[in-house]
T-cell receptor, first 108, second 114 residues
Framework: KNEVEQSPQNLTAQEGEFITINCSYS?????LHWLQQHPGGGIVSLFM???GKKKHGRLIATINIQEKHSSLHITASHPRDSAVYIC??????????FGSGTQLTVLP | DGGITQSPKYLFRKEGQNVTLSCEQN?????MYWYRQDPGQGLRLIYY???????QKGDIAEGYSVSREKKESFPLTVTSAQKNPTAFYLC?????????????FGSGTRLTVV
């Protein structure tokens, strides 16, 4: 079983829709990152959170440490949000453990 | 602006050749990492370094080597012993090895063996 499970693997939405990407993990963690990878390959760190909720612009990330679950929400989605979103909890080895990513495509 | 520079962006290598991927950071970060990404798979840790002149193997270190002679630089050599080197390679750094935030990623190098 993978240590990090993301769902859905692929998601297509219409511009303006509310998007939710889920992440479940089995490792004990102290923090979890949400990363964004654009088609060129470069990765941007969106959030690091260890409890509760964080908001940045149209992006919201939540985490429930007890349930080992995190979600990334995008409000009023836009085609420029199209990317791969990766959940990366910090595991017991204090290294990032990566999910396989969710490919999001937002259509105009 | 501070950041991580990986070069080259695309690299082609003949079978049996060693090749070195560059990673330079000007963030004054202590820790640096190399990851490999294959299509449809998550990033996997190859090597990491917490301090100059020290580095540790990650989950898939076989066929790779690294050095950390300077704080700013963490080059990765893909040796001929790596059986399937074609992949996307990402370098990252963090403020401190035990810091859970402050990760910065490079733009990656796509290596193709021809």
């Amino acid at each position: 079983k993978n240590e990090v499970e993301q769902s859905p693997q692929n998601l297509t939405a219409q511009e303006g829709e509310f998007i939710t990407i889920n992440c479940s993990y089995s490792v004990g963690i102290s923090a979890l990152h949400w990363l964004q990878q654009h088609p060129g390959g470069g990765i941007v760190s969106l959030f690091m959170l260890s409890s509760g909720k964080k908001k940045h612009g149209r992006l919201i990330a939540t985490i429930n440490i007890q349930e080992k679950h995190s979600s990334l929400h995008i409000t009023a989605s836009h085609p420029r949000d199209s990317a791969v979103y990766i959940c990366a909890p910090t595991g017991s080895a204090r290294q990032l453990t990566f999910g396989s990513g969710t490919q999001l495509t937002v259509l105009p | 602006d501070g950041g991580i520079t990986q070069s080259p962006k695309y690299l082609f290598r003949k079978e049996g050749q060693n090749v070195t991927l560059s990673c330079e950071q000007n963030l004054n970060h202590d820790a640096m990492y190399w990851y490999r990404q294959d299509p449809g798979q998550g990033l996997r840790l190859i090597y990491y370094s917490q301090i100059v002149n020290d580095f540790q193997k990650g989950d898939i270190a076989e066929g790779y080597s690294v050095s950390r002679e300077k704080k700013e630089s963490f080059p990765l050599t893909v040796t001929s012993a790596q059986k399937n080197p074609t992949a996307f390679y990402l370098c990252a750094s963090s403020i401190q090895p035990d810091s859970y935030y402050g990760y910065t990623f490079g733009s990656g190098t796509r290596l193709t063996v021809v």
